[in-house]
């Protein structure tokens, strides 16, 4: 079974960046699909922020492109995710999620981790 | 592509049978999921493919719709069915989320 789990700093300053890792169990994040993070605001609003696929390319919500990275550490089985420039509107519960290739949902999520930006 | 839902919240006493609507700002084909959020918890597929069950899901779970109109239907409301439910479109990215309806006990 494929399992994902969040983890990073749960407070991050204004101005400063934001970086999360995801954590994979239970299969190889090179052998296929496309490793996603999403993020929930206060309020409930759901954001797709972007993807890195098994091949280590990535494709990016245009809302956020040049504030985002995704990268990742094959060796470690975990991707991560880096907002720059962090204001008190990036405040979310950050989720990890993953999809297969096609038209298909986010079908399997991590628990997510709530990420306060406060001075 | 903008995915608009409606109500925004809806009571229910449980027993009831309910409809959720979520239209789509363009045409999305079938590229559409449902999905279930309990507090605390993460999201959970309901529905794929707009109409499509998915293992393990409750029957009283279905779905129906193509093109920009889509429905959510919970067939006799159960206690643990009080929550948010989503949609999310899938046909081109950036794929995008319904801001959501909050199912709340009457």
């Known amino acids: 079974e494929v399992q994902l789990q969040e983890s990073g700093p749960g407070l991050v300053k204004p101005s400063q960046s934001l970086s999360l890792t995801c954590s994979v169990t239970?299969?190889?994040?090179?052998?296929?699909?496309?490793w996603n993070w999403i993020r929930k605001f206060p309020g409930n609003k759901l954001e797709w922020m972007g993807y890195i696929n098994s091949a280590g390319s990535t494709n990016y919500n245009p809302s956020l492109k040049s504030r985002i990275s995704i990268t990742r550490d094959t060796s470690k089985n975990q991707f991560f995710l880096q907002v720059n420039s962090v204001t008190t509107e990036d405040t979310a519960t950050y989720y990890c999620a993953y999809t297969y290739y096609g038209y298909t949902p986010f079908a399997y999520w991590g628990q997510g981790t709530l990420v306060t930006v406060s001075s | 592509i903008m995915l608009t839902q409606s109500p925004a919240t809806l009571s229910v006493t449980p027993g009831e049978s309910i409809s959720l609507s979520c239209r789509a700002s363009q045409s999305i084909s079938t590229n559409l999921h449902w999905y279930q959020q309990k507090p605390n918890e993460s999201p959970r597929v309901l529905i794929k493919y707009a109409s499509q069950s998915i293992s393990g899901i409750p029957s009283r779970f279905s779905g129906s719709g193509s093109g920009t109109d889509f429905t959510l239907n919970i067939n006799r409301v159960e206690p643990e069915d009080f929550s948010v439910y989503y949609c999310q479109q899938s046909n081109s990215w950036p794929y995008t989320f319904g801001a959501g309806t909050k199912l709340e006990l009457k």
């Open positions: 239970g299969y190889s994040i090179t052998s296929s699909y496309r």
